[in-house]
């Protein structure tokens, strides 16, 4: 029965890309669909949904309930915004994102202007996830960087020191622009010039670390990496470890050959002199310029007292990073549609606690609704505001009083609301409450979110509530 009724959603997609139908809600496909299915219930629908899009039949956008019918547009709009960057006239691949209309212009016209909009949203969204883009938000101008599409020369920059050299196979640009991002998520290493297919860092250890792609094509590449005099052995261990470990992960192989330079006159030693003094047993010489001693100990070599590789330490700042970019991104397309997460119920006397959670679930790529941010409340007349139809829950607040927002006869109506739509309500105890009030009937005390305790994490608790997730994900 299972398997006929997912053949039947199938044949359904199929048919509405026939018809031309490019972009739809979840919300109307599940009304089509069970006009055709006598199995069809919204939660079945929402796992044949995700069948689905595994088998790539769809794309769930982030925002809007919208599904694209035809998840290969994603890429070719992705592409688009990627060749846009290339016409940035300052040559740094800017794309910004309050102007994602101009790139599509003359592409699938069909589409309404603000599904367009958020269709280059969420192929921005797949370029940041992808590692093809990094995201800046300078002076409230959010924005992409496409580093392969920096266009702007190299600025002049101090002879390096010390130098590495990588080749690799693999898409050459795709894996540069992988290199530059996770850098500079890293926290380690901090952005400081991009040109064309070269980019520089400030190290947190000290010194100026380089990359220069040199001789890139479609399926091979090589990199050049190079240091200032303040770049010491611990900045060069971190960067290059960092960088060839992730360079394992998105090339199909990699080769590096360490170089050294004399930090006396910047005189490259030959790779011939090095093998050669290597295979006596020797791990320095004398520069053959001006006799500085020049050390042929490869950074990447473990010495006794070094510290132990933070490469994996640096990918999950550079994951935690990207996560906060894309909540960032998603919060940009929910406030478009108006696609509201979470209603926040609670007395006035605790408003600036609230905001303060309100702002905590923005950071989260959570939209919520908060009566002081919306400048009214969300039941007029009895009527519940449209825009909070699709909510996944709502959190009533207990706060410092130790009294529940219930106890407002409007408020109260509002639950009730709430309640007979099956809308989740979470209660949520903030501090300073001392004593939790008896709760009405339609709160249960088993889901309440304490954030006077610590443990488990009352944020990510309430999260985990929020989008229906089980509570033992948070352990």
Not at 69 to 88: F, G, M, Y
């Amino acid at each position: 029965m299972e398997a006929r009724t997912f053949r039947q959603l199938q044949s359904l997609l199929a048919a509405e890309v026939q018809r031309g139908r490019v972009i739809d809600t979840e919300a109307r496909l599940f009304r089509t669909f069970a006009e055709h299915s006598q199995q069809a219930d919204r939660a079945s629908f929402q796992r044949w949904l995700i069948a689905a899009e595994l088998q790539l039949h769809l794309r769930r956008l982030d925002f809007g309930g919208l599904v694209l019918l035809r998840p290969d547009l994603l890429e070719q709009i992705a592409l688009r915004l990627v060749k846009s960057a290339t016409q940035d006239p300052e040559g740094g691949g800017c794309l910004p994102l309050r102007d994602l209309d101009r790139p599509l212009e003359g592409f699938l016209d069909a589409i309404e202007p603000r599904h367009r909009n958020l269709l280059g949203l969420s192929s921005a969204l797949h370029l940041l996830r992808e590692d093809r883009a990094l995201y800046l938000d300078d002076k409230g101008l959010p924005r992409l960087i496409v580093p392969d599409r920096v266009t702007r020369s190299a600025p002049d920059a101090p002879d390096p020191v010390g130098l590495s050299r990588v080749g690799f196979e693999g898409p050459a640009l795709r894996i540069f622009s992988a290199l530059v991002v996770r850098l500079s998520l890293s926290g380690v290493f901090t952005l400081r010039s991009l040109w064309r297919h070269g980019a520089s860092w400030d190290a947190s250890t000290g010194g100026l670390c380089q990359i220069a792609l040199r001789g890139g094509d479609l399926e091979s590449g090589a990199l050049r990496l190079s240091f200032d005099g303040a770049a010491g052995r611990q900045t060069r261990r971190y960067f290059e470890d960092a960088l060839m470990s992730h360079l394992h992960r998105v090339a199909r192989s990699a080769r590096r050959a360490c170089g050294f330079v004399c930090a006396g006159c910047q005189t490259p030693v030959a790779p011939l002199q090095v093998d050669r003094r290597l295979a006596r047993g020797f791990d320095a010489l004398s520069c053959c310029v001006c006799d500085t001693r020049v050390s042929l100990l490869d950074p990447l070599d473990p010495l006794p007292g070094d510290a132990p590789s933070i490469a994996s330490e640096l990918d999950r700042a550079a994951e935690g990073r990207k996560a906060r970019h894309i909540a960032a991104l998603k919060l940009m397309g929910k406030r478009q549609v108006g696609d509201y997460d979470v209603l926040l119920v609670h007395l006035p006397s605790d408003r600036p606690a609230v905001l303060k959670v309100g702002e905590w679930l923005e950071e989260q790529g959570l939209l919520p609704w908060i009566d002081a941010w919306q400048g009214r409340t969300p039941l007029q007349g009895g009527v519940l505001d449209p825009r909070l139809d699709t909510i996944k829950a709502a959190a009533v607040v207990i706060g410092k009083d130790s009294s529940g927002p219930w106890e407002d006869p409007a408020t109260d109506e509002l639950l009730q609301i709430l309640h007979q739509r099956r809308i989740p309500l979470i209660p949520v105890a903030l501090p300073p409450c001392e004593l939790l009030p008896y709760m009405p009937e339609f709160l249960d005390p088993e889901d309440l979110v304490d954030f006077r305790l610590q443990s488990p994490d009352p944020m990510l608790a309430l999260i985990a509530s929020v989008n229906g997730s089980p509570s033992d994900t948070l352990t």
